[in-house]
């Protein structure tokens, strides 16, 4: 079954430090990978997204994720954490070998302290 | 803004009443989606509107009712609500199916 898992509820990092999000998924096929950003009372926001190429995909604020195909994971990263990153962020995966819908993890509350 | 609007922001409601929920994006996009999140779970997809034209329904309950007029607009109709139904109601929008999506800001619905 088609799965997405963001291991951890919550992750904490002070300002300045790197950041890493972790994501793992479970398609059948070549998976389209993507990271969204919800902040207090708003919709999600599309960070970035894998779907070919390089496996080090950039996005917007500073964010990247590195797909690995092998890990089955595509953990999002920032070399330098804001307290304005903190907020909940999701993983999603569509697998376009089966059906266009996006699979999403729980979600991975962020916070950056000063 | 993300270019796509969804009224009311908040809502709260008895489980007796019926209202509608609202979303709009002149973004140009053919796909539009409703979605449920509650604290703590993933995302739960409810419908999907390719081109005018509901294609996805996930086991949703009756009581939830989508109507789709033109690309533009989406609604949610809401009758008897039960209390587990209180969450945040999330429409998003995208190019075409295989497009990532653009979020609303949701409303939150609260049903007494």
């Known amino acids: 079954a088609q799965s997405v898992a963001q291991p951890e509820d919550q992750v904490n990092v002070a300002e300045g430090n790197p950041l890493t999000v972790k994501c793992t998924y479970s398609?059948?096929?070549?998976?389209?990978l993507f990271w969204y950003v919800q902040y207090p009372n708003r919709g999600l926001q599309f960070l970035l997204k894998?779907?070919?190429?390089d496996n080090l995909v950039k996005g917007s604020y500073g964010f990247e994720a590195e797909f690995n195909k092998s890990q089955t994971s595509f953990h999002l990263k920032k070399p330098s954490a804001l307290v304005s990153d903190s907020a909940l962020y999701f993983c999603a995966v569509r697998d376009p070998d089966s059906n266009y819908q996006l699979i999403w993890g729980a979600g991975t509350k962020l916070i950056i302290k000063p | 803004e993300t270019g796509v609007t969804q009224t009311p922001r908040h809502l709260v409601m008895g489980m007796t009443n019926k209202k509608s929920l609202k979303c709009e994006q002149h973004l140009g996009h053919n796909a539009m989606y409703w979605y449920k999140q509650s604290a703590k779970k993933p995302l739960e997809l409810m419908f999907v509107y390719n081109f005018k034209e509901q294609t996805e329904n996930n086991s949703v309950p009756s009581r939830f009712s989508p109507e789709c007029p033109n690309s533009s607009h989406l609604f949610l109709h809401l009758h008897t609500l039960q209390p587990e139904d209180s969450a945040l109601y999330l429409c998003?929008?995208?190019?075409?199916?295989?497009?990532?999506?653009?979020f609303g800001s949701g409303t939150r619905l609260t049903v007494v």
């Open positions: 398609v059948s096929g070549n998976p389209y």
């Open positions: 998003a929008s995208s190019q075409d199916l295989n497009y990532g999506y653009t």
């Open positions: 894998y779907i070919t190429g």
